[in-house]
């Protein structure tokens, strides 16, 4: 009678510590679509954001990494302070925690990066409103294209704005300094959108 009491008592405290660790794959699944939404909506580095489905899987795969890799690693460290804990509860665990503290870093990272996302947009937009002043004013034959600007980032406050015209094959490109106040523009002496210009040194 006492050793099956001893074995009810094993596996009910197996059954608690599997209880325990039960929430790494609910956290996997909760936490990736959102981690992909974050870095959607706000992107915590430079660049086009990825994307919904671009996000989620840049984030289903940082996950995985935790689990396979780094959840191991830090779960076989706790067990050294708490050798009762089973490895693979102790992995799963582990692995939750870091599933939680990566989508809590993207989120914060969004958070901090988005003023320089706002001022990067409102440079473009100024970047924008100069070449479409520049075209009215200057060129109104291509004023229809205003609606189809290729836009490239050359440097900080430096674009390269590309006004499709009439004829097929044959841009306005401008190059526009927000630097200043109020914006230089200059014509580029090249007819080709940016879409066909694959390093800076092939500007003109």
């Known amino acids: 009678m006492a050793d099956s009491e001893r074995v009810e008592r094993f596996w009910l405290s197996r059954l608690r510590w599997r209880m325990r660790g039960a929430w790494l794959w609910p956290a996997f699944l909760l936490l990736t679509p959102l981690e992909g939404i974050l870095l959607s909506a706000l992107p915590p580095y430079e660049g086009a954001p990825p994307g ?6 840049v984030a289903g795969f940082a996950n995985l990494f935790l689990i396979a890799v780094a959840a191991p690693l830090v779960g076989r460290r706790w067990r050294r302070r708490r050798p009762d804990r089973p490895r693979v509860v102790a992995a ?3 692995g939750t925690v870091l ?12 958070l901090l ?9 409102a440079d473009l937009t100024t970047a924008y409103t100069a070449a479409h002043d520049f075209v009215l004013a200057r060129a109104p034959a291509y004023e229809a294209g205003l609606t189809s600007v290729d ?3 050359l440097a900080e406050d430096a ?6 015209g009439l004829v097929p094959g044959r841009w306005l490109c ?4 927000t630097d200043r106040q109020p914006p230089r523009v200059r014509r ?5 959108p940016n879409s066909t210009l694959r390093t800076v040194g092939g500007f003109h």
């Open 52 to 57: 919904v489905i671009g996000g989620v899987l």
């Open 92 to 94: 799963d665990q582990a």
């Open 99 to 110: 599933l939680c503290g990566l989508a809590a870093v993207i989120l914060v990272a969004g």
């Open 113 to 121: 990066h988005r003023p320089a996302v706002a001022a990067r947009q």
């Open 151 to 153: 836009t490239l980032r």
């Open 159 to 164: 674009y390269r704005l590309c006004v499709p």
């Open 174 to 177: 401008l190059f526009v300094d």
């Open 188 to 192: 580029d002496a090249s007819t080709e």
